[in-house]
């Protein structure tokens, strides 16, 4: 069994965000892997463990990128695979460079976190397997695997629902479906002897450029009104119709 696991670098998730030349500034911040990834390289790990085979984590970016592909390295995974490209590349092109990678790699199975913590478009995974022309299955809780076969679970309003494709697959991950373990400090000492191949990226163009990046307006401070039922009831009337203007 032999699995690829799509990886991101992103911001940590409690870092504060700070804009500088119309951008945001990685100026001071601790760069990450996607914690919705993370929770697909232990997947990969747990398969591994159960049926043995390989894991081979990927990703897209610039040589910082190498620092989260060692952090799975640490975790277990066996090999790395960088492909230099374009930081700013839009989801179109992004699931068109790893694609490229991906596809001469013969894996059996893909695993990718269902959404990055960054941009959350939760876009990649899908075009990926259109572009590879894998069936798919998103934001999936319980994987099993019986034979060539994918038993996916995932939650429904209300309900769960339970999808069975033929591998090799693309299945994305939901928090939840595991605890992604810390690497050890043996696991940390191997993955520096761990391979990295570095390739370069596939030179397709975006299709969307972004526009403008801004800091949302801080939330203004909520209404509180003080008085007796009658007058209170005719303040709140008063605020809908005049300064929130319901129509109804």
């Known amino acids: 069994m032999k699995i690829a696991v799509c990886v991101k670098q992103t911001f940590d998730t409690e870092a504060k965000i700070v804009l500088k030349n119309g951008k945001v500034s990685d100026d001071g911040i601790n760069l990450i892997i996607n914690p919705y990834d993370e929770v697909a390289v ?5 398969i591994k463990e159960k049926q043995g085979g390989e894991v081979i984590v990927v990703s897209a970016g610039s040589d910082k990128a190498q620092d989260a592909i060692r952090q ?3 975790m277990g995974a066996d090999k790395g695979v960088l492909i230099n490209s374009d930081t700013e ?3 179109y092109a992004r699931a068109g460079i790893l694609a490229k990678a991906i596809g001469g790699l013969g894996a059996d199975l893909i695993l990718c976190g269902h959404v990055a913590a960054d941009d959350g478009s939760s876009q990649v995974p899908t075009r990926l ?4 022309n894998l069936p798919h299955v998103n934001v999936v809780r319980k994987l099993e695997l019986n034979g060539n076969t994918a038993v996916c679970t995932r939650e429904t309003d209300g309900g769960t629902e339970v999808i069975e494709v033929k591998l090799p ?3 994305t991950c939901q928090v939840g479906m595991n605890e992604p373990r810390y690497p050890s400090m043996k696991g940390i000492m191997q993955a520096k002897k761990k391979p990295i191949d570095k390739v370069a990226g596939e030179a397709i163009a975006s299709k969307t450029s972004v526009a403008s990046v801004f800091i949302p307006p801080p939330k ?3 209404k509180k009104i003080e008085a007796d039922p009658a007058d209170a009831a005719a303040q709140v009337v008063n605020w809908l119709k005049n300064e929130v203007r319901v129509i109804g």
């Not at 397997?129 to 590879?132: F, K, Q, R």
């Open 72 to 74: 799975a390295l640490a």
């Open 129 to 132: 397997a259109e572009i590879l």
């Open 89 to 91: 590349a839009d989801e």
């Open 42 to 46: 232990e997947e990969a790990l747990q």
């Open 169 to 171: 697959a693309v299945i």
């Open 220 to 222: 203004a401070a909520g």
